[in-house]
């Protein structure tokens, strides 16, 4: 029993300083995209383990005692608790986790335990995919993979067992990676198989709820000064579309239309659903083919939405077409899901740029659209009031009157205005008259009601960016805009926007373009953002061919071999196959490479020429040696004799004499590498 544990220990020693080192550096890069998910303490933690252990490698300190590790243990447990409410979900699991990653590392007597963290870290690298699914991340994480595989190989080669390995050095760090890369790619055949083949779930198994708002960016039910101004520092994409045939709508007309906003405290808008309900009793959406009725200017596309874990869905200006699936419009034209959308979501839509909306009179709509604060604004009220005597009934008169005014006035848009004080409205309108979209829309609303016009503020996205091959629209999270409906007699819901009255440049050409000059940070200059368009259609890519790779489309990658239900026996039978197969072709590798890797390099460059000859009918045999060998070749191939026997010589001095250098070496590989069997082959020759 003795000499066997003792066999045990030698084939699993304890790590040394150099396992210890790769497997401090793939631990941490596996934990880093989490890093800003997780609270300050625990990179404390993981810093502590490694000083720890880091300490007993150099100067042998005595590993904490047990009953120490074991009260940490509990401890962070409740660290974690504290910190999000529950061990469960996916910040929480992921921060449990990364703690025990760090707990286990203060453990690390054997390399049993070197495993179970390796073990740990292929899973930490998975659980990122729960947060975002970006081909940058898929692209880092197999980097991650890669390096956690080498720290496998250099744990394997302990010095017990292989003292003479190259990748017990640092020198041989390259050798490492290689053969980690190596060892992943050949299981990238089955990686592919699993992903076509595998039963595709309507929704993801990570979809825990609580996590649904953390650290995302949007359009929301809430607008306030500055609100939308911070979205214009994002440049991340909003969404994406696909227009259908040849339908590329003009910058002017992309009104993205989201969430309306209709209640106003005096300092911010919002939306509050319930009043705006149809009949005030029914919780359901109305269906828009009931409202709308006939189309006269259909316009029809693809909206494929980042994730925003809002409920909120963007159409262009009216939609017309009830998307499938848990979708409602209501009657404010609000399109919006009954779930958060927690990851890409495509949807089909059609608009009408040309209806007019609602243009018989609806009461509760109309007062609810002259609800105002009473105690705020009273500057603006009697400009109000002054505009209603001077125009009469006419409401499009003083709508016309209110936008010359903001076109022809010292008013500006500007990225940075300053501040407002109580009476927000009357603040920007008499004093600073600079602002962002919010502010625009937000000023002209309550004008407009304080008139007696009925009046909403319409949030969404206004314009986008044309782009790659086929074209698609891009629609960033910088294009978030607001502007202004009234209820005009007759009319109806008219859209106006009173940005566009004082910085027209922000429809036609962007809101980048209208505040030229106030750049934001690097991604304004050109060529960052030409770059960062290049790496969106390759995002694009990765999105249309990975993330919505659902159950039509691999219906519809099956069908064409004849399979158009993929049950479970199906899929078990079409992996098995794929699996023998991968596994022959893999083996037939390895028996070349390690064939091939055996002989010495000259053996190898003669090897080459040999199947050189071999491909065009002149095979070597096992008992023909190398002169012999020539001599049948350049009888059957005369115009290259001389080239075959110059080869032929400089292998044999390379192989069986002392005159092989390097020189000759390099001489003999240059041979091999041009020589091209010319001619005729002769009839007289065997």
């Known amino acids: 029993m003795s000499a066997s544990f003792g066999r045990v220990s030698r084939l699993r020693p304890a790590p040394d300083w150099l ?59 409740a660290g974690v608790w504290s910190s999000y409410g529950t061990i ?80 017990r050095d640092w020198h041989g760090a390259p050798d490492v990676l290689r053969r980690a890369g190596w060892m992943l790619l050949q299981g990238l055949p089955l990686m592919l198989a699993l992903f076509a083949l595998f039963p595709r779930l309507g929704t993801p198994l990570w979809g825990v709820p609580e996590d649904a708002l953390y650290g995302k960016t949007g359009i929301s039910d809430h607008m306030e000064p500055g609100s939308i101004r911070d979205l214009f520092i994002d440049d991340s994409p909003a969404f994406r579309v696909d227009f259908a045939g040849d339908a590329r709508p003009s910058q002017g007309r992309l009104y993205w239309r989201g969430p309306v906003l209709w209640h106003f405290d005096g300092a911010a808008w919002c939306r509050e659903a319930p009043c705006i309900q149809d009949d005030g009793k029914d919780p359901q959406p109305r269906r828009i083919g009931k409202i709308l009725g006939e189309v006269d200017q259909p316009l029809r596309y693809s909206v494929t939405l980042e994730p925003t874990q809002q409920l909120w869905l963007f159409a262009l200006d009216t939609p017309v077409s009830p998307p499938r699936g848990f979708m409602g419009l209501e009657v404010d034209y609000t399109l919006h899901r009954t779930r958060p959308v927690t990851r890409t979501f495509q949807y089909d839509m059609t608009s009408d740029t040309g209806y007019q909306k609602n243009t018989r009179t609806d009461g509760r709509l109309t007062d609810r659209g002259l609800q105002l604060p009473d105690d705020r604004n009273p500057r603006t009220r009697a400009l109000a009031e ?12 003083l709508v016309t009157h209110v936008l010359q005014t903001f076109r022809q006035e010292n008013y500006r848009y500007s990225f940075t205005p300053p501040p407002l004080g109580f009476h927000t409205v009357d603040d920007f309108l008499f004093e600073t ?94 060529w960052v953002r030409e770059l960062r368009n290049q790496l969106d259609t390759v995002h694009r890519v990765w999105t249309d061919w990975v993330l919505k790779f659902d159950q039509a489309r691999q219906k519809a990658l099956l069908q064409p071999v004849g399979i158009d239900e993929l049950s479970s026996s199906t899929a078990i039978l079409l992996l098995t196959g794929i699996i023998i197969t991968v596994t022959t072709v893999v083996m037939w590798l390895l028996l070349r490479v390690q064939w091939i890797g055996g002989l010495d390099p000259a053996s190898r460059a003669y090897a080459r020429f040999c199947r050189k000859l071999s491909r065009r009918g002149v095979p070597r045999s096992a008992a023909e040696g190398p002169e012999d060998f020539a001599e049948r070749a350049a009888a059957v191939y005369g115009e290259v004799a001389e080239d075959i026997r110059r080869i032929t010589r400089l292998y044999i001095q390379q192989r069986y004499t002392r005159a092989g250098d390097d020189a000759g070496l390099t001489l003999l590989r240059r041979a091999v590498r041009s020589f091209r069997v010319r001619g005729r082959r002769s009839s007289s020759a065997a």
């Not at 995919?129 to 970006?134: G, R």
């Not at 002054?386 to 008169?397: H, P, T, V």
Request: include cysteine; charge should be neutral.
């Open 19 to 77: 396992t210890f080192c790769w497997l401090v550096g793939s631990m941490a890069l596996a934990v880093l995209p989490h890093l800003p998910r997780l609270p300050l303490w625990m990179p404390l933690l993981f810093l502590l383990a490694v000083m720890e252990r880091a300490s007993h490698f150099r100067w042998k300190r005595r590993p904490l005692p047990s009953w120490l590790r074991l009260v940490l243990t509990l401890l962070c447990i």
């Open 88 to 167: 469960l979900g996916r910040q929480a699991g992921v921060a449990l986790l990364c703690t025990m990653l760090a707990l286990k590392l203060s453990e690390t007597f054997r390399s049993r335990d070197v495993f179970l963290l390796i073990s740990l870290a292929y899973f930490i690298v998975i659980t990122q995919f729960l947060f975002d699914q970006s081909i940058y991340l898929a692209v880092y994480l197999l980097a991650v993979a890669v390096i956690i595989t080498a720290t496998l190989i250099v744990n394997e080669a302990q010095p017990a067992r292989d003292v003479r390995t190259p990748v």
């Open 386 to 397: 002054d505009l209603r005597a001077q125009f009469g009934e006419d409401s499009r008169a």
């Open 433 to 526: 008259r600079e602002g962002y979209c919010e502010y625009y829309s937000s000023a002209f609303t309550f004008l407009m009601r304080a008139a007696g016009i009925p009046a909403r503020v319409v949030t969404g996205y206004q314009g986008g960016e044309y782009m790659g091959d086929p074209e698609y629209l891009l629609v960033r999270q910088s294009d978030a805009h607001a502007w202004s409906e009234v209820w005009l007699e007759g009319e109806g819901w008219v859209r106006v926007d009173p940005t566009a009255a004082v910085a027209p440049e922000r429809v036609d050409r962007g809101a980048l373009a209208a505040l030229a000059g106030q750049r934001r940070g690097v991604w304004d200059y050109p």
